[in-house]
T-cell receptor, first 114, second 112 residues
């Protein structure tokens, strides 16, 4: 158990819909990263938040957005869903700078768009 | 763009064999991490290497960071079916955008 929690574990929805994925980082970690992993593909970095502020953006679509709240949990919002958005979505948290560079991953949310 | 290329992409071996996975870049990384991911689960951190030339051992797994900190290798001795999974190297981009970059991955299958 990494200490990072994600909900829901599975999500099935239809094209055109909007969903929200939730992530709670490990206690004490200020950074949250979101990744997308399609079938048999590597991890694609989407976005990073640090202590409530956006820190870095990867290949995140304009239909996707995220935020980190004062209690440090984060939400990833996916809208106007398309079939190709079906994937595993992971969040990861990282200890404060200077302590370690590792990221600790949650169990993921499997999104299926029908 | 900083890239981490892993080789081989796929590897299927018999139980008891040894193997080495490589992670290469043209850029310098301040540190590299190795993860193992099983189907449907999140990656699990195996090790972090920081110093050029560093060697770390984790039971039957030996990790090495290149002297120039541009490459790393993972060697598994006497592989077991439980070693099956996707192995990923990763590190932070030093290009100023502070992105965490994952390698292309090596999918290992160890047959009993």
């Amino acid at each position: 158990d990494s200490g990072v929690t994600q909900t829901p574990k599975h999500l099935i929805t239809a094209t055109g819909q909007r969903v929200t994925l939730r992530c709670s980082p490990r206690s004490g970690d200020l950074s949250v990263y979101w990744y997308q992993q399609s079938l048999d593909q590597g991890l694609q970095f989407l976005i990073q938040y640090y202590n409530g502020e956006e820190r870095a953006k990867g290949n995140i679509l304009e239909r996707f957005s995220a935020q980190q709240f004062p209690d440090l949990h984060s939400e990833l919002n996916l809208s106007s869903l398309e079939l190709g958005d079906s994937a595993l979505y992971f969040c990861a948290s990282k200890p404060p700078p200077g302590l370690a560079n590792e990221q600790f991953f949650g169990p993921g949310t499997r999104l299926t768009v029908l | 763009t900083q890239l981490l290329e892993q080789s081989p992409q796929f590897l299927s071996i018999q139980e008891g064999e040894n193997l080495t996975v490589y992670c290469n870049s043209s850029s310098v990384f301040s540190s590299l991490q190795w993860y193992r991911q099983e189907p449907g689960e999140g990656p699990v951190l195996l090790v972090t290497v920081v110093t050029g030339g560093e060697v770390k051992k984790l039971k039957r797994l030996t990790f090495q960071f290149g002297d120039a900190r541009k490459d790393s290798s993972l060697h598994i001795t006497a592989a077991q079916p439980g070693d099956t999974g996707l192995y990923l190297c990763a590190g932070y981009s030093t290009s100023g955008t502070y992105k965490y970059i994952f390698g292309t991955g090596t999918r290992l299958k160890v047959l009993a």
